[in-house]
């Protein structure tokens, strides 16, 4: 487009007339920059806004779910109630005051949260009190109020709580091996847990130097502890309890069938006394055992040894009795008087089993007797 450029205005007033043609060439000059601006956008081929992006902007969502600063969007005083104030909003978040009716958080404590669905009277979202609980709730349009469930819940806590933590396996599923117990360590001092001692030599042990390899199992419930202890070479099982105060009410040990089973002992005898025979040929060799409860038994035939405080025969290391013991046992049946005879016995505390005396001959004396040995 040409621009046209008008007549010059003349007249006899010189002044005038130049003030009215400088006026006119102002416009003309404004007119030709408009026009080379508008000719500058007819030829920009990138439009300010397409139709999709003004109808993307025309359908967008204005509705806020905070404040214009980010915070929350709605506030419920002391004296109101979260339902009320949320029922009839989509997303949003809010925060109730310390005391509100319906809130789930102690009474000195803070709520915020948000709706996560929302239409009207219905609703379901998440709050975080500031004592540190979370919580998640819902309404439907048949309530009248907002049911909370706090997170977790206290069935599953509680079932947390009274959950077993040790592992039975290893990661890997492989069987996870007992921690072992190092040398010195007092049994009665274990927490509870299963352990092993692998040849160490513990304190408060059942037995006295013995480095064999134990199982040990302990148990507690409130300051008393249940202490099961069982050596594996033999399958012996000993169990002690810890009482109230800390008092050790000591170790006991299982009894099973085969401590029922006597492990004869033959001690050598001396002094003279040998071994009676007779013409049945039986073995009256002199023999000595102890059963589980300590109880000694004593048995044989002996002959021609000498009579006094000197030992026939030594028992064996554990079978000492408690105290001296005296038995009166059968001797020989020939002699001077008819019938049995007798020889009074001394066992010492030392094991030393002596023939004081006897009625008649020396042709056999019968050690025969049952007493209780002193504990080792």
Sequence with gaps: MDIKSPKVFETSDKAHADLFNDMVKVLLENDTGLLDQLGGHIDDTKPHASEAEKKKWNESQLYKITADDGKYLISVPADKNIYDAIKDKGTCTFIASPGVEDSPAPSNAYLRGIQTVGQNNIGTGFAVDTSGNAYYFYYNSSHISITWTQLPTAAEKDKWNSGQLYKLTQDSGDRKPLP???????????????????????????????????????????????????RSFDNMYWFGTVHTGGEFKGWKRMITDADSNLNWKFPTIGNGWKTYKSEVNNDYRVRVAKDALGTVTVKGAIAGGTLGDVPAFTLPEGCEPVAPFYNLGVASSTGGFKGPQYSRQYIATDGRFCIQSTSSNNEFIVVNCVFKAKEG
Excluded: C, E, H
């Design 180 to 230: 072992t117990v190092l040398d010195g360590t007092d049994i009665l001092s274990l927490p509870a847990g299963s352990y092993y001692a692998a040849g160490q030599y513990l304190t408060n042990k059942p037995t006295t130097n013995d480095s064999s390899w134990f199982n040990i199992d302990v148990r507690t419930a409130g300051t008393r502890k249940d202490i099961r202890l069982w």
